[in-house]
């Protein structure tokens, strides 16, 4: 049965959400504003005219192949990045749960990467990597493997989805270790009484139990990709080789801040906005469906 | 208070403070760090040291895009710097903006500062003035691409290190022996759009781009899949393909390679100097960047990158007589044979140039004038007096990506360089858009 509140009149419910109201407006409806108002102009850098040029930004956009070929590399992007850091999380909180003796030892550590900064994490990985000197490249060398990020596409992306999915493992299995020891241990001694395997357990107990983390994270970890990973691109392949790393926020940033075009950053802005508006709703409408409370 | 006691008051507290107050202030917003940063400082200190009218407090805003979105921003806050650095890649985008800026000319002109353009050589004056010949910013460090050689590999190899490495196809017959030497870096680069398509067109007398690589007009178009460009990418991908040419990233990654000793020869500025001469530890050699033979009028001269100072707008008349005073001073020819003695930039004035010469420097540290004769021994045309395109900074992203394209053998050189000219050109003309 739902809890509800009934409120007498409008004032005091209003005065009760008006922060929440004014924090939405002033860093989220003002500068959205402000991006689609301004997606309508090819200004100059220094602001000194403006020209109204209508949908012309989208247009120009839209019409762009390299544009529409960076939907497909944040698509990839995003749900690699996803699929990895859930994954892993999933398996190392599955096995600290279990563990006894030294959990906490444990637990310290796989939240650590949590704490690099993605600029750092990007260097980090970039020196393992580096084409030359890495130490990584140096055993596959040993192994017969030639690895060129620099120019192989498919590596260079392989190397900024560890890289992201990476720190963000951490978060994850913080996540997902509270939700494995949420569920009562009565339910999975009574299964095991029945006969049911480890794999058994995991599949229909336990994975529909931690649903509801699974799908939070889900959100979360998509706007991440989308968002935040921003600073190991720029750190690790600047978008390159060709345009194989080209999400479409670190194209914001590029044709924004180093080509001073803020006319087509703003357009890009709003397509974004559309397209994160959108896969939310998808989420919330379809997805969360299937979680069980 | 009425307003004769205000006026009085005022006037006494203007007599009063009027010693002290003197001195103007005047910011100076660069991109500097490390090792330049500091001879930067050392410059600022000397200058505010040297007169007390004045005080110059220099500012680090990051690297050269960096730089010039804070100054951007700032100026749309109405909180700009007096002078700002500006990377020779967004000179069209300063130049664009009259109502932001304060062309050097002027400044000169309105504070009666003596200032002559001609006293810069002429490569470099050409970058930063009009076709009218009126200078907008002051050239500051200028360098220009070289061959750099590890001459100890070279000898590894069986190669004479004193070998002639002028042309592009003697440096082919160089590479083909370090390759059956079983070398596995022969060469690499630093910089790719700036050395092997800006500066390639320019040394062999091509246009970059119509409309006099844009100096004449924001209706220009690049020009970059001609006949010698098209030959030495190709060139270049045929080297990459059969392990000769190897590639490190956009910027100057093939740096540590070099230094390293990894690699053999080496395209990158003559910037590069400082580095090179502390980290390696093996015989090196500067020689002339090489050219194609049989490319009528080659070789040319090439042309410059690095970054000049803009004057913004909106500053006071003490103010810009202060920034007139310090300009003068950061040309002059001590500070700047200084400069370039001790960072691989290029001397701006012949008179630095000439006062290096007498110092004995070029005699000690062979091979530093290099880049010297590169530059002057011929007068600039209009292929190579430098290059003037909106959102370039952008469209050398694109050649980046198109290059790789090649050098990974998605792409051939005509194919690569054919969709790097439309694509730069949607770019030049969203740019002209913009600034009409």
Not at chain 2, 75 to 81: C, K, Y
Not at chain 2, 381 to 403: A, H, P, V, W, Y
Request: hydrophobic share 45%; with cysteine.
């Amino acid at each position: 049965m739902e809890k509800r509140v009934k409120f007498k009149g409008i004032l005091l419910p209003l005065l009760l959400v008006l922060p929440q109201l004014l924090v939405t407006a002033v860093f989220f409806f003002y500068p959205a504003g402000q991006a689609i108002w301004q997606s309508l102009f090819i200004p100059d850098p220094f602001g000194l005219s403006m020209r109204y040029v209508g949908l012309g930004n989208f247009e120009f956009l839209l019409s762009d192949p390299y544009y529409r070929a960076s939907f497909v590399t944040t698509a990839v992007f995003s749900l690699l990045v996803t699929l990895v850091s859930m994954g892993v999380a999933l398996y190392l909180a599955v096995l600290a749960d279990r563990l006894i003796k030294g959990s906490g030892t444990y637990r310290t550590l796989l939240i650590w990467p949590y704490a690099v900064a993605p600029a750092v994490a990007g260097v980090l990985w970039l020196f393992m990597f580096n084409t030359r000197v890495g130490v990584v490249t140096w055993y596959l060398g040993l192994l017969g493997y030639d690895w060129n990020h620099v120019l192989n596409e498919s590596e260079a992306m392989g190397l900024v989805v560890i890289a992201s999915a990476w720190g963000r493992i951490s978060y994850n299995f913080l996540f997902f270790l509270a939700g494995l020891q949420a569920i009562p241990r009565s339910v999975i001694e009574a299964a095991a009484i029945d006969g049911a395997h480890f794999w058994t357990r995991f599949r229909t107990i336990v994975f529909p139990l931690l649903s509801p983390t699974t799908f939070f994270l889900l959100v979360v970890n998509i706007v991440y990709a989308f968002f935040e990973t921003f600073g190991v691109i720029h750190t690790i392949t600047s978008g390159g080789p060709q345009q194989a790393t080209t999400t479409l926020v670190y194209k914001v940033f590029a044709d924004g801040f180093v080509g001073q075009d803020l006319g087509s950053s703003a357009a890009q802005s709003v397509i974004l906005l559309v397209v994160v508006g959108a896969l939310t709703i998808v989420q919330f409408k379809f997805i969360e469906r299937r979680v069980h409370y | 208070m009425n307003i004769r006691a205000l006026a009085w008051s005022t006037t006494a507290v203007a007599l009063v403070s009027g010693p002290l107050a003197a001195q103007t202030e005047i910011e100076f917003w660069h991109a500097f760090t490390g090792r330049l940063g500091e001879l930067v400082a050392e410059q600022v200190e000397t200058f505010n040291s040297s007169q007390s009218d004045y005080v110059v407090n220099a500012a680090h805003k990051g690297n050269y895009s960096e730089t010039l979105n804070a100054g951007i921003a700032a100026f749309r806050a109405g909180e700009q710097p007096d002078v700002l650095m500006v990377f020779e890649v967004g000179t069209a985008t300063m130049m664009s903006a009259a109502g932001a800026t304060k062309p050097v000319y002027q400044l000169m002109e309105d504070a009666g500062a003596e200032f002559d353009p001609d006293a810069f050589i002429g490569a470099v004056k050409g970058y930063y003035t009009t076709t009218d010949g009126e200078m907008l910013s002051m050239p500051f460090n200028s360098s220009t691409p070289v061959l750099w050689v590890n001459r100890d590999a070279l000898e590894e190899a069986g190669i004479d290190a004193d070998t002639d490495l002028s042309t592009w196809n003697k440096v082919d017959t160089v590479l083909d022996q370090l390759a059956e030497a079983g070398h596995d870096c022969p060469l690499t680069t630093a910089w790719q759009s700036w050395i092997h398509l800006e500066n390639l067109s320019a040394y062999h007398n091509v246009p970059f781009a119509s409309q006099e690589n844009g100096f004449a007009g924001l209706d220009t178009e690049l020009m970059i899949d001609g006949e010698v460009q098209t030959k030495h990418v190709a060139q270049m991908g045929e080297w990459a393909e059969e392990g000769k040419f190897v590639y490190a990233g956009r910027r100057n990654e093939g740096g540590a390679n070099f230094r390293a000793g990894e690699c053999a020869l080496f395209t990158e500025s003559s910037a590069g100097y400082a580095g090179i001469k502390s980290e390696a530890e093996f015989d090196f050699d500067v020689r002339p960047l090489p050219y194609w033979e049989g490319v009528e009028g080659a070789p040319q001269n090439t042309i410059i990158g690095g970054a000049s100072l803009w004057v913004m707008a909106g500053q006071s008349d003490e103010e810009y007589e202060g920034v007139a005073a310090f300009l003068n001073f950061l040309s002059s020819p001590e500070i700047q044979a200084k400069w370039h003695q001790d960072t691989g930039y290029l001397p701006i004035t012949s008179a630095a140039g000439d006062l290096t010469r007498e110092q004995g420097f070029y005699e000690e540290n062979p091979g530093t004038d290099v880049a010297v004769k590169q530059m002057t021994t011929n007068e600039p045309t209009s292929n190579s007096k430098g290059l003037r395109l909106g959102s370039f900074d952008q469209i050398r992203g694109i050649i980046d990506e198109e290059l790789e394209a090649v050098w990974a053998g998605d792409k051939s050189a005509e194919e690569a360089l054919s969709s790097a000219t439309e694509r730069g050109n949607q770019l030049l003309r969203r740019f002209e858009q913009a600034n009409r």
